[in-house]
């Protein structure tokens, strides 16, 4: 069984820092895909970052050059380091991962997410 589990959330000031660790059991990174999604409230949900098996990084514009997704396979454990974060970011953070392929656009396409992890920026 496949489980998914985010962590590192929390309240941060706007401009700070936060990294968010998604750990993986029952399921092998260096397999498939990978990515942080989000949703804040009132909105859709959002692809945020994704790193396919060849370890190459994706992101969506609005984080672009502020996030930066990673993975270390011996701990089975993908990583979102985000940084100047912005009012805007505030959301729900969820993991998610499927063997074969989705992109930040086709969410619907991944088996797996997680519970979610919640990220509040204030002003």
């Known amino acids: 069984q496949v489980q998914l589990v985010e962590s590192g959330g929390g309240s941060v000031q706007v401009g700070g820092s936060l990294r968010l660790s998604c750990a993986a059991s029952g399921y092998t990174f260096n397999n498939g895909v990978m990515a942080w999604f989000r949703r804040a409230a009132g909105k859709e949900r959002e692809g945020v970052a994704r790193?396919?098996?060849?370890?190459?990084?994706t992101y969506a514009d609005s984080v672009t050059g502020r996030f930066t997704i990673s993975e270390d396979n011996a701990k089975n454990t993908v990583y979102l380091q985000m940084n100047s974060l912005k009012p805007e970011d505030t959301a729900m953070y969820y993991c998610a991962a499927d063997p074969l392929y989705f992109s930040l656009t086709t969410p619907s396409l991944a088996t797996y997410w997680g519970q979610g992890t919640q990220v509040t920026v204030s002003p």
């Open positions: 790193i396919d098996r060849d370890g190459i990084a």
